[in-house]
């Protein structure tokens, strides 16, 4: 009714707009005109064009943090999504322990990523936690020096994010759940349909809305990902853990004047974001029309 | 209520009890259990850090717990004023929620209904907003707040909350109000509701669960950040309790005994927010989901 | 589906009563509280008060003088308001690094900031250059300034800055250890260093502890020992090196020390760097697991406080019959802001702490070095020897203002060196590196 109404539309549209165009989208054009300058801390200062965007494409740096960036994020989507299904399915299948359990694998998404980090920097460490787990389970050739080996520093960072919110993931795909229509999901047990089956041809296509939500969320934060990374190794070892929200910070925040470059950066991140999140958005909504 | 059975077919709709669990769904409570605990794992040891003292820690990090005081939380309380932070937590989290929540959905109805192309573009815009780290829009935004007057205020703080939380809510809603058949609105029209009372009487609450999954999102989010307060709050006695709590991370230290009480008796409050809120979901969830 | 909407339009309208009812609320309280928040004067005291000779409010942000950190400013602040009575003083924690630099950084830019910054070397350099702070170079106590200390708190010819302290990173050692293992004394040479070391091996203890996971505790011993194999014959290195006359494989031998520890099993670099600099490693030096250890002298105090029996001494880097020189930094600032409408009470606080009677309660707490050439540095059983050093001229200053500082000196040295310890890089490949990467600008 009221694709009838476009005025109608446009006042319904205009409080969120306006907030969103003054307090976002100007910064952030500012933002971006500081990237054409070389100031040095974010005080007004002379254009020099594109100057800092062919210094960034020289910068083996930026490279190296735009790659770390992107497989953070996929393996992040990946395994958050997918054990917050698991979590899901079986929560719905379970309506007492729903309560219980739905708030409790919601809590480390209660605390801040600083806070995280600093818990499992301490867990994660040569003599931490689960170096002791593995050595007790007789599982010592297993371990590594989690968070100052390149190997596994990035995949460790990778898992404390997965903890922090595959409860979070769980509880939309819950919501999902809860969605769909009772009968539909009857229907299929009356019919005999096994568990697996039941998933793949009745659940996982109406849990389609759900999935969308929760893989742009997922890759849109792992993109961004920056408290986790300081606070648990600094960009370390040997730089193996810099994602661009890190570069982007140093530069910024961490003197020597390279604010205009940091800035660039920060504007090459935007489209990195844009590009994937909305060609993933792209796909899994013309999903969800064909379902 | 619903219990798997994965053996043989039920002879008939609706389920239930069975005697004995089967042995697949004994399997999944037990990998449920583990998982939960594994999750909850850490947070024990935070707990349990917090209540040793500091001296036992350096000593034994992860060792069985010698000591057991309270003076841990205690000081924290005093050094990050606790009960005014609580409240200014609070206030900042309420009002930006209403307000995030409410400019949201009512962009995100026409958003998504309309085919238009501005309307595609309008879309993408909030998505693209939502892709920038927060310290990039740092100084620019100061300035605009020193011009607009609101450095320092309540105010300023909310409306930049709501700005940045604006796609998150614009996102969510969207892609559940696709959900919501087109006959509803029509039968509402048919009734002579125009869009507003429409909105409000018939589609809002449809969205309850959605609603109460975005609130935790933004509680989230909010009340454990931290630079958005430092920068635009002067004031010491209108900071929040993060905020606060960071303050006790030294320059070159970081003692846990002192850390993760104050991060604990921050979220404390959160946890309270947070059950509250779930219940709405719960009940939200399980209002929405009963057959006709 | 249809089957959502009848349900839902019962309960909603309760839901929407409740959802409405905390809005009103929160809105309610929010008001009410925007009353009382703006009354209440808070925990410090902004806004002068309607007495009648108002003072001048000198508002101060520091990133020391917080909890975790008092170094005795709060006494001092004290002191300076008692012998000023006209100045009342707003002190402000904020907290260290970025998180400063975030909030000062955007105030300055809006013209709005403290009367008085604490600052380091590397922000007198940025916002010098950009004129956010105020000359001070006609200052009574510039010329008593340490002549390597003064370009720190300089930049393009002016002084913008009275230094605080000049503090040591090097190395502390465990008395109480070192004696289980029969040594009574701490090392003064490499030697005697490699001896106690062996000995404390033997006898089970951690010999040396040198957790690295951020990096820091890696660039800080290379520089502990630069200190005296190579600035102890070349003290205008960092000069030659900008220009391009010296190479970073002067360090060699230096950077060589620390991998001999790694080899010769006094410490396993590769699991160093899993440990957390500031939480593990401190820890485990204050409930005595370690006989040697590299950090800022800062730490003395907790050590002191938690029962460690230990001194601060230069790392024993040089041959027999020689004596170390000692690792300095210089730490916090005060700059007055450009734009500060009460200059002359921030100037009179500035002078303050020059002075060395003054700031004496901060040296002692931090375990700092005045500064000032006549200034008096405080001294403790733990620290004497490094005081000693430092009195006969014996150190070197880490260049924080040139290529040690900025968004890229520090880190590629903690990075390069991170590489260096994985095996990465070979000595040769470090410097080239470095070369590369801090070379002349």
């Given at each position: 009714?009221?694709?009838?109404?476009?005025?109608?539309?446009?006042?319904?549209?205009?409080p969120?707009?306006?907030l969103y165009?003054l307090l976002?989208i100007?910064p952030?054009?500012?933002?971006?005109?500081?990237?054409?300058?070389?100031?040095?801390?974010g005080?007004?200062a002379?254009?020099v064009g594109?100057?800092?965007?062919?210094?960034?494409?020289?910068d083996p740096?930026?490279w190296?943090?735009?790659g770390?960036?992107?497989?953070?994020a996929?393996v992040?989507v990946v395994?958050?999504n997918?054990?917050?299904l698991?979590?899901?399915?079986?929560?719905y299948?379970r309506?007492r322990?729903?309560?219980?359990?739905?708030?409790l694998?919601?809590m480390?998404t209660?605390m801040?990523?600083?806070?995280?980090?600093?818990?499992?920097?301490?867990?994660?460490a040569p003599?931490?936690a689960?170096?002791?787990l593995?050595d007790?389970?007789?599982?010592h050739?297993?371990?590594?020096i989690?968070?100052?080996?390149?190997h596994?520093?990035?995949w460790?960072?990778?898992?404390v994010?997965?903890?922090m919110?595959a409860g979070y993931?769980?509880a939309?795909?819950?919501?999902?759940?809860m969605?769909?229509?009772?009968e539909?999901?009857?229907?299929a047990?009356?019919?005999?349909a096994?568990?697996?089956r039941?998933f793949?041809?009745?659940e996982?296509p109406l849990?389609?809305?759900?999935?969308t939500?929760n893989?742009?969320?997922a890759?849109i934060?792992s993109?961004?990902?920056?408290d986790?990374?300081?606070?648990?190794t600094?960009?370390g070892?040997a730089g193996?853990?810099?994602?661009?929200s890190m570069?982007i910070?140093?530069?910024?925040?961490?003197?020597?004047g390279s604010?205009?470059?940091?800035?660039?950066i920060?504007m090459m991140?935007?489209?990195?974001?844009?590009?994937?999140?909305?060609?993933?958005?792209?796909v899994?909504?013309l999903?969800?029309?064909?379902? | 209520m619903t219990n798997?059975q994965?053996?043989?077919a039920a002879p008939r709709?609706g389920?239930?009890?069975?005697p004995?669990r089967p042995l697949?769904v004994?399997?999944?409570?037990a990998g449920l259990t583990?998982?939960?605990?594994?999750?909850v794992?850490?947070?024990?040891?935070?707990v349990?850090?917090?209540?040793?003292?500091s001296?036992?820690?350096?000593?034994?990090?992860?060792g069985?717990?010698?000591s057991?005081t309270?003076d841990?939380?205690?000081?924290?309380y005093?050094?990050?004023h606790?009960g005014t932070s609580?409240v200014?937590?609070l206030?900042?989290?309420?009002?930006?929620?209403v307000?995030t929540?409410?400019?949201?959905?009512?962009a995100?109805y026409?958003l998504?209904r309309?085919?238009?192309s501005?309307?595609?573009?309008?879309?993408?815009?909030?998505?693209?907003?939502?892709?920038?780290?927060?310290?990039?829009?740092i100084a620019?935004?100061?300035l605009?707040?020193?011009d607009?007057g609101?450095?320092d205020s309540y105010l300023?703080v909310?409306l930049?909350?709501a700005?940045?939380?604006?796609?998150v809510?614009v996102?969510?809603?969207?892609?559940?109000?696709?959900q919501?058949?087109?006959?509803?609105?029509?039968?509402?029209a048919?009734?002579g509701?125009?869009p507003l009372?429409?909105?409000?009487?018939?589609?809002?609450?449809l969205l309850?669960?959605?609603t109460?999954t975005?609130a935790?999102?933004?509680?989230?989010s909010i009340?454990?950040d931290?630079?958005?307060?430092?920068?635009?709050i002067?004031t010491?006695?209108r900071?929040?309790?993060?905020?606060?709590?960071?303050?006790l991370?030294g320059?070159?230290?970081?003692d846990p005994?002192?850390l993760?009480?104050a991060?604990l008796?921050?979220?404390?409050?959160?946890?309270?927010?947070?059950i509250?809120?779930?219940r709405?979901v719960?009940?939200?969830?399980t209002m929405?989901a009963?057959?006709s | 589906?249809?089957?959502?909407?009848?349900r839902?339009?019962?309960?909603?309208?309760?839901?929407?009563?409740?959802f409405t009812?905390?809005?009103a609320?929160?809105?309610?309280?929010a008001v009410?509280?925007?009353?009382?928040?703006?009354?209440t004067?808070?925990q410090t005291?902004?806004?002068?008060?309607?007495?009648?000779a108002?003072?001048?409010v000198?508002?101060?942000?520091?990133?020391?003088?917080?909890?975790?950190?008092p170094?005795?400013?709060?006494e001092?602040?004290?002191?300076?308001e008692?012998a000023?009575p006209d100045?009342?003083?707003d002190?402000?924690f904020?907290p260290a690094?970025?998180?400063?630099?975030?909030?000062?950084q955007s105030e300055?830019?809006a013209g709005?900031?403290?009367?008085?910054?604490m600052t380091d070397?590397?922000?007198?350099?940025?916002?010098?250059s950009?004129?956010?702070?105020?000359d001070?170079?006609?200052?009574?106590?510039?010329?008593?300034?340490?002549?390597e200390v003064?370009?720190f708190?300089?930049?393009?010819g002016?002084?913008?800055?009275?230094?605080?302290?000049v503090i040591g990173i090097?190395?502390f050692?465990n008395l109480d250890?070192l004696?289980?293992?029969?040594v009574?004394?701490?090392p003064t040479t490499w030697?005697?260093f490699?001896?106690d070391?062996?000995?404390?091996k033997?006898?089970g203890i951690?010999?040396?502890?040198?957790?690295?996971?951020?990096g820091?505790?890696g660039?800080?011993?290379?520089?502990?020992?630069?200190?005296t194999?190579?600035?102890?014959?070349?003290p205008?290195?960092?000069?030659?090196?900008l220009?391009?006359k010296?190479?970073?494989?002067d360090?060699?031998p230096?950077?060589q020390q620390?991998l001999?520890?790694?080899?010769k099993?006094y410490v396993d670099l590769?699991?160093?760097?899993?440990?957390?600099?500031?939480?593990?490693g401190l820890?485990d030096?204050k409930?005595?697991?370690?006989?040697f250890f590299?950090q800022?002298a800062?730490?003395?105090?907790a050590?002191?406080?938690?029962?460690v029996?230990d001194?601060?001494?230069?790392w024993?880097a040089g041959?027999a019959?020689?004596?170390?020189?000692?690792?300095?930094?210089v730490?916090?600032?005060?700059?007055?802001?450009?734009?500060?409408?009460?200059?002359?009470?921030a100037?009179?606080?500035?002078d303050?702490?020059?002075?060395?009677?003054?700031?004496?309660?901060f040296?002692?707490s931090?375990?700092a070095?005045s500064p000032f050439s006549?200034g008096?540095?405080?001294?403790s059983?733990?620290?004497?020897?490094f005081?000693?050093a430092?009195d006969?001229?014996k150190?070197r200053i880490l260049p924080s203002?040139?290529w040690f500082?900025?968004?890229?000196?520090?880190?590629?040295?903690?990075?390069e060196?991170?590489?260096?310890?994985?095996?990465?890089v070979?000595?040769?490949g470090?410097?080239?590196?470095l070369?590369a990467?801090?070379g002349g600008s």
């Open positions: 009714m009221i694709e009838r109404k476009p005025l109608v539309a446009g006042a319904f549209i205009a969120a707009l306006a165009l976002v100007y952030l054009a500012r933002g971006t005109q500081l990237s054409l300058t070389d100031s040095k801390v005080n007004a002379d254009f594109l100057a800092n965007y062919q210094t960034m494409w020289h740096a930026f190296r943090a735009l770390i960036t992107v497989s953070y996929v992040v395994l958050q997918a054990i917050g698991v979590l899901a399915r079986a929560l299948l309506p322990a729903r309560r219980v359990a739905g708030v694998i919601l480390p209660l801040s990523a600083v806070m995280s980090g600093f818990v499992w920097s301490s867990l994660l003599n931490g689960l170096t002791s593995l007790a389970l007789g599982l050739s297993l371990t590594r989690w968070l100052g080996d390149p596994t520093a990035l460790s960072i990778a898992a994010n997965v903890w919110f993931s769980a939309i795909f819950l919501a999902g759940y969605n769909m229509p009772r539909v999901l009857d229907a047990q009356v019919d005999g096994s568990g697996a039941r793949i041809s009745i996982w849990l389609a809305p759900a999935l939500v893989v742009t969320l890759l934060g993109l961004k990902v920056f986790l990374p300081l606070v648990m600094n960009g070892p193996s853990t810099e994602t661009m570069l910070y140093t530069m910024l925040f961490r003197g020597g604010f205009a470059y940091g800035a660039a920060a991140l935007l489209v990195v974001v844009v590009v994937f999140a909305g060609t993933v958005q792209k899994l909504r999903r969800e029309e064909r379902l | 798997v994965s053996t043989t709709a389920v239930r009890q069975r004995r697949p004994l399997i999944g409570d583990i998982g939960v605990a594994l999750i794992l850490p947070l024990v040891f935070t349990l850090t917090s209540l040793r003292t001296a036992d820690v350096s000593d034994a990090p992860l069985f717990p010698k057991f309270l841990n939380f205690r000081a924290a005093q050094s990050i606790y609580v200014n937590s206030v900042v989290l309420s009002l930006s929620a307000i929540v409410i400019a949201g959905a009512l995100a026409p998504a309309l085919t238009r501005w309307a595609g573009w309008v879309y993408r815009l909030f998505i693209a907003g939502s892709t920038v780290p927060v310290f990039v829009l620019p935004l100061y605009l707040m020193r607009l609101l450095l300023g909310v930049i909350y700005a940045l939380n604006l796609p809510a996102f969510f809603y969207t892609s559940f109000f696709r919501i058949p087109l006959e509803l609105e029509e039968a509402a048919i009734d509701a125009g009372r429409t909105f409000f009487a018939i589609l809002f609450p309850r669960p959605i109460a975005l935790t999102f933004l509680t989230l009340w454990n931290l630079i958005i307060p430092l920068v635009f002067q010491a006695g900071r929040t309790v993060m905020a606060n709590a960071y303050s991370v320059t070159y230290s970081v005994t002192v993760f009480p991060a008796l921050g979220v404390a409050p959160l946890l309270v927010v947070f509250l809120l779930q709405e719960v009940e939200g969830l929405g009963v057959k | 589906m249809s089957h959502v909407m009848n839902s339009s019962s309960g909603s309208i309760a839901g929407r009563r409740r009812a905390l809005a609320l929160s809105i309610a309280a009410s509280l925007s009353a009382c928040a703006s009354g004067t808070a005291t902004s806004g002068g008060s309607s007495a009648a108002a003072p001048t000198l508002t101060v942000y520091g990133w020391k003088g917080g909890d975790a950190e170094a005795n400013i709060a001092i602040n004290a002191a300076f008692k000023n100045i009342k003083l002190y402000q904020i690094g970025d998180t400063y630099t975030q909030r000062a300055l830019l709005k900031s403290a009367d008085v910054i070397g590397s922000k007198v350099q940025d916002w010098g950009v004129g956010y702070l105020q001070l170079s006609a200052s009574p106590w510039l010329p008593g300034v340490r002549k003064t370009p708190i300089s930049q393009g002016k002084a913008y800055a009275v230094p605080m302290e090097d190395l050692a250890l004696k289980q293992v029969g009574s004394t701490a030697d005697e490699l001896t070391l062996a000995a404390l033997a006898a951690t010999p040396i502890a040198l957790p690295n996971k951020d820091w505790t660039s800080a011993a290379i520089n502990a020992i630069a200190a194999l190579v600035y102890q014959q070349n205008d290195w960092d000069a030659q090196f220009a391009g010296a190479s970073f494989t360090w060699a230096a950077v620390v001999d520890l790694g080899t099993g590769k699991s160093e760097l899993g440990f957390d600099t500031w939480s593990t820890d030096f409930s005595g697991k370690s006989g590299v800022g800062w730490n003395q105090s050590f002191t406080t938690a029962g029996n001194v601060f001494i230069p024993p041959g019959g020689t004596q170390p020189s000692a690792n300095l930094f730490g916090t600032m005060l700059s007055i802001n450009a734009k500060s409408t009460v200059k002359d009470a100037q009179k606080y500035v303050f702490w020059a002075d060395s009677t003054n700031s004496g309660p040296l002692e931090e375990s070095v006549q008096t540095t405080p001294s059983p733990a620290t004497a020897d005081v000693k430092v006969a001229g150190y203002n040139t500082g900025g968004a890229t000196g520090e880190k590629a040295m903690m990075e060196t991170q590489a260096l310890w994985l095996g990465q070979d000595v040769n470090w410097a080239k590196a070369d990467k801090l």
